[in-house]
């Protein structure tokens, strides 16, 4: 590896989230409990909703939200093509079916045109995602939304902090998940948090993330709990433990500055780009505060003599790592197997996928280093241009 190698992504973690690991662990309450409780408390101030309810990953959230708002078998559900897996499999744990959706080009967000053409007399609820920290065009989502009766889950794994007309992302839809896997915009090593307005859907996705059972299981041990409990459905076992939330809870405290950080760097992306033809630059719509969870160029193929795949692998050759955000799910042997989808069902995704390259965009990372990833972008053009 290159000597002074720049990773994509790196968590930034101060001496406030380690002492608080370590506050939690001496305290000797390790899983759910006063830690959580307050992350549920902070995140629902932070974002400004009514409920929150913290569980293990994204994945998890997402999965109790769909049953929340009671999706079933033999239902369709709205998902971009352009996303991570953890979208469209929660739709699989319920035998219902991920029915796939293009993406603007220009976003990479879903596409509200082609979002109404899918959907059908089964079709029960939309996953918009907000690509890179963008938010989706979720004015004409929710009009859709209310005009066909659908439900609306977003994945807001990259959204946070991120607004859309000066709304806060989990103010907005139905039901909203966050992410704090390690990479993401706050971290907690794994986690994730569903929040909404509906105090019917929150305790149920309380109910649901711990084996369905009745009441707040953590108390059941303490001086305040009982040792008797119900089942009322057969959950899951998606809690956040204390620990993770130790870490949580600082990292929430940093969440606006981590911001502040990331769109500079944003912005001296773009200033660096602003002359490269064959470098374009992200769309921001002019309704969004964008998260920049990603930094997501496109490559004009037309322009260069290399292709997307080429131009990661000299940027890695020059220590600098990136990632692609995302290979389309329809490219994926499982949905392309399943459900017969090709590159020509979802052209503006197939059309992204061969140019976006998510460039390394995080607070650990120095002026200087952003200089560089734009000197040595730069010069590869140079390079290889046509
Ligand atoms: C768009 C999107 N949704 C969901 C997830 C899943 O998040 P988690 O790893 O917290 O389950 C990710 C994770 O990378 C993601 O990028």
Request: with cysteine; aromatic share 10%.
């Amino acid at each position: 590896m290159h000597p002074g190698f720049l990773p994509f992504a790196m968590p930034d973690i101060g001496e406030a989230e380690i002492e608080s690991v370590v506050e939690t662990l001496r305290s000797g309450w390790l899983t759910t409990g006063p830690k959580v409780r307050r992350f549920e408390e902070d995140f629902a101030e932070y974002v400004g909703c009514q409920h929150a309810v913290a569980v293990n990953s994204a994945t998890a959230a997402l999965h109790l939200a769909l049953g929340a708002v009671g999706v079933q078998e033999g239902d369709e559900v709205l998902v971009p093509t352009m996303t991570f897996a953890a979208t469209a499999e929660v739709v699989l744990y319920f035998k219902a079916r991920p029915v796939l959706v293009d993406c603007r080009p220009e976003t990479l967000n879903l596409d509200p045109d082609q979002l109404e053409k899918a959907i059908t007399a089964k079709t029960k609820a939309i996953m918009p995602v907000h690509i890179a920290g963008q938010a989706c065009d979720m004015d004409r989502i929710l009009e859709i939304a209310s005009d066909y009766d659908l439900r609306v889950i977003e994945d807001a794994a990259h959204a946070l902090p991120a607004r859309y007309r000066e709304k806060m992302i989990g103010r907005i839809g139905d039901i909203t998940c966050f992410s704090f896997y390690a990479t993401k915009t706050i971290t907690t090593g794994e986690g994730g948090m569903a929040v909404t307005e509906n105090p019917e859907w929150a305790e149920r996705m309380r109910i649901m993330g711990l084996h369905g059972i009745s009441k707040d299981a953590w108390k059941r041990y303490t001086a305040e709990g009982s040792w008797y409990y119900e089942i009322l459905y057969p959950g899951f076992k998606y809690n956040l433990t204390d620990i993770a939330a130790a870490i949580g809870i600082e990292q929430l405290k940093k969440c606006t500055h981590f911001w502040e950080v990331r769109q500079r760097y944003a912005t001296l992306y773009n200033e660096g780009f602003q002359d490269v033809p064959a470098i374009i630059t992200p769309y921001v719509a002019p309704e969004v505060q964008h998260a920049w969870h990603l930094y997501v160029i496109q490559l004009d193929l037309e322009r260069l003599r290399i292709g997307r795949n080429e131009f990661i692998a000299l940027l890695k050759q020059e220590g600098i790592g990136t990632s692609v955000h995302f290979i389309p799910l329809h490219l994926h042997p499982y949905y392309r197997d399943t459900f017969g989808y090709g590159p020509a069902d979802f052209p503006h995704a197939s059309f992204a996928f061969e140019r976006i390259v998510s460039l390394p965009i995080y607070p650990k990372m120095t002026d200087a280093d952003v200089q560089r990833v734009i000197d040595t972008v730069r010069s590869l053009v140079r390079r290889y241009r046509r």
